[in-house]
């Protein structure tokens, strides 16, 4: 699913294959794509029927955060929080792996030590880390990603591509 969202890392999974063929690519898409939709509608289902028709759906409405509803003891609960761990555990290379690459070509332009590579990965996990632990809620995460992010991947970069592209556009 992420390697869809992320595409630059397509390339680098197929790489990463024993065998390497489009069949074989095939395969993995599609064991991937469907673990990742078992997973969040897994997540979905059990997250709404264990709050629905509670208490805590008032806190759920309030805080716009399902780790905030105290649903511990709750076994559907505990299943849908573990396989949201799950899935953000698994997904975070395919995150942080464009980063660091794009961090590489600026940085390192005849490639990176070993040292090096796994100091700059453990410097992109721990800054992930510290911006997670200082955002206040997701939807400051959202409205800041959604702010920045989305105006430049879906307007200005493709122009400054085309540019690039053709400087002496008509």
Do not use: H
């Amino acid at each position: 699913m992420y390697a869809y969202m992320f595409q630059p890392n397509l390339p680098s999974v197929y790489q990463s294959l024993k065998n390497a063929n489009p069949t074989r690519m095939k395969t993995v898409t599609i064991w991937g794509t469907g673990i990742c939709v078992v997973l969040y509608v897994s997540i979905g289902i059990f997250g709404y029927l264990t709050v629905v028709g509670t208490p805590q759906e008032d806190v759920l409405v309030r805080k716009s955060n399902i780790l905030e509803v105290s649903y511990s003891s709750n076994k559907f609960f505990t299943i849908a929080v573990g396989a949201l761990l799950f899935a953000v555990f698994f997904a975070t290379p395919l995150q942080v792996l464009p980063a660091k690459d794009a961090l590489e070509s600026m940085l390192f332009t005849k490639g990176m030590s070993k040292s090096v590579n796994i100091g700059l990965t453990t410097i992109v996990v721990f800054g992930c880390y510290l911006v997670s632990v200082l955002m206040p809620s997701i939807n400051d995460a959202l409205t800041l990603i959604g702010s920045t992010t989305n105006p430049l991947v879906g307007f200005i970069f493709p122009i400054l591509f085309y540019l690039k592209m053709n400087p002496n556009p008509t």
